[in-house]
């Protein structure tokens, strides 16, 4: 009898560790010219898009076309949390829209993608953010991790 439950147990736990997703390492970007920084799944997103040369941030790709793009800006026109929530969302279609004393979360579709926007207001009139695009049909793999990567978003 302990045998049979011995070996009924290890067939569980391994069923379990074959079932398990492999854990991806968590990777930190940070931006040089505005130290904002996200970290993500390298593995999710392993190749980047040409950065642009003034050094704002860099975009991250994957394989099914999702993108991951961090990035920092000048506050130049001194926009509010409204104001810059209202610019970023121009012709996107808008599901989930929160502001906060100093940061903009925006959520909907951008035609066939799902999109994630999280701005937040950094010292010295800098902005702070991310973008992440994902196909409508893969949302089961990216929604689990919009939370982590947006409570991940730093800068000073």
Request: proline residues 6%; charged residues 20%.
């Amino acid at each position: 009898m302990a045998y049979r439950l011995a070996k009924t147990l290890s067939a569980i736990t391994l069923a379990m560790v074959i079932a398990l997703p492999a854990l991806a390492k968590p990777f930190i970007y940070t931006n040089a010219r505005f130290g904002t920084s996200v970290t993500f799944p390298l593995e999710i997103f392993p190749d980047r898009a040409e950065p642009p040369e003034n050094g704002d941030g860099i975009t991250f790709l994957a394989a099914d076309g999702a993108s991951l793009a961090i990035y920092g800006s000048n506050n130049a026109l001194e926009q509010t949390p409204k104001q810059l929530a209202d610019m970023s969302s121009e012709g996107l279609e808008v599901t989930y829209r929160k502001l906060g004393k100093d940061w903009v979360v925006l959520s909907g579709n951008d035609g066939t993608d799902i999109f994630y926007h999280r701005l937040e207001f950094g010292r010295a009139g800098v902005i702070h953010a991310f973008l992440l695009k994902y196909p409508a049909s893969a949302k089961a793999r990216y929604d689990p991790l919009v939370s982590a990567i947006a409570e991940s978003l730093n800068g000073p």
